[in-house]
């Protein structure tokens, strides 16, 4: 199938952006990568009068690293991220998992804030922007907010910007070099959308214990998650494997996980399990001895 007719503009300002946006109410859609939208409009799951490509619009392909943080502007690209040597230094967690994103021909033109715009809870992006406290940057009629990640997602493919509104940034905190981290995810195919996947950090005290433990869940349910009740139980913990798992599994327990084509309830919870363990494990070569 195709796509229904739609009027195509390209602005050069994101207050020119805005204005087509406003005038139009509803009925414009971006444009960024295209990578999720052009299904979308060939299946006619959406029928937008127009489409606002951003790709004229300056500054929104900048990668920003600095003492308080990294900023990636919305038309940052999965390559772009792949590239950029000194990301790999300042936030080696993401780098690793946008790894997993998709195939080079998606990766050449998927974009950042396309992807956190779509909310597939299971997608890289929308994971590690709630596991790495981020934060995201969006304009629209009323000027610029800000968005905790964690109140940025409210379920599959919805989040809380207006139609009206354009991603420009997101920003992730500052990353110590010395952070502990771990990232792991399953995929049927390389490529292909996790099934499951966990991005885990921590920092650990002059007494060797953990502090700021952070697990992320991808693939968990309708939108990206933290499992808070292991993240309270690991904090202040020296931690081993067995305590990890123990932690992990208890707050896995209490989760309902979906039943469906590709995999049941029992096989998901365990399947995270088996990520979060695997990036803990990465996370610190000492939990692998223990
Ligand atoms: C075969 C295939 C496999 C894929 N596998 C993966 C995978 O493994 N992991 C993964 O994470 N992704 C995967 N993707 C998705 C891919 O990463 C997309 O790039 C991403 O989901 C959307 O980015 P985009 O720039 O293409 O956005 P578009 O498709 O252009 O737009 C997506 C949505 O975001 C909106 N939007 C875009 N930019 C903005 C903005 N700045 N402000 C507000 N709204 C905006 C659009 O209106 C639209 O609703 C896959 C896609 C395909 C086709």
């Known amino acids: 199938m195709k796509s229904t007719d739609f009027n195509y503009a390209v602005p050069h300002s994101l207050e020119e952006a805005i204005d087509i946006l406003k005038l139009h109410d509803g009925e414009a859609k971006i444009i960024a990568g295209g990578q999720s939208l052009m299904p979308i409009l060939n299946y006619r799951l959406a029928s937008p009068q127009i489409l606002v490509d951003l790709q004229a619009i300056s500054g929104l392909s ?3 690293i600095s003492q308080s943080g990294t900023i990636l502007g919305s038309r940052v690209r999965w390559v772009d991220i792949e590239n950029h040597i000194a990301l790999q230094q300042a936030q ?15 990766r050449n033109r998927g974009t950042v ?27 629209g009629t009323n000027g610029l907010r800000t968005i905790d990640a964690k109140d940025f997602f409210l379920g599959q493919l919805s989040t809380s910007i207006s139609s009206s509104e354009i991603i420009v940034s997101i920003k992730l905190p500052f990353w110590p070099h010395e952070r502990k981290w771990g990232f792991s995810e399953f995929a049927r195919r390389k490529g292909d959308f996790a099934m499951a996947g966990a991005a885990v950090w921590y920092d650990l ?14 693939g968990a349910g309708e939108k990206p998650i933290r499992l808070n009740q292991a993240e309270e139980k690991l904090e202040q913990q020296n931690l081993t494997l067995s305590l990890v798992e123990e932690a992990v599994l208890a707050s896995l327990a209490s989760m309902s996980f979906q039943s469906d084509i590709h995999a049941n309830e029992k096989y998901r919870r365990s399947l995270m399990g088996e990520m979060i363990s695997k990036a803990f494990s990465q996370a610190s070569e000492i939990l692998k001895n223990k």
């Open 113 to 139: 804030g396309g992807s956190l715009a779509h909310a597939d809870p299971s997608a890289e992006m929308p994971g590690l922007a709630v596991a790495l406290d981020a934060s995201i940057t969006v304009i």
């Open 205 to 218: 005290n002059a007494q060797g214990k953990a502090s700021n433990v952070h697990i992320g869940l991808i």
């Open 92 to 106: 080696p967690l993401l780098c690793a998992a946008i790894s997993h994103v998709a195939h080079y021909q998606i």
């Open 62 to 64: 900048e990668i920003d």
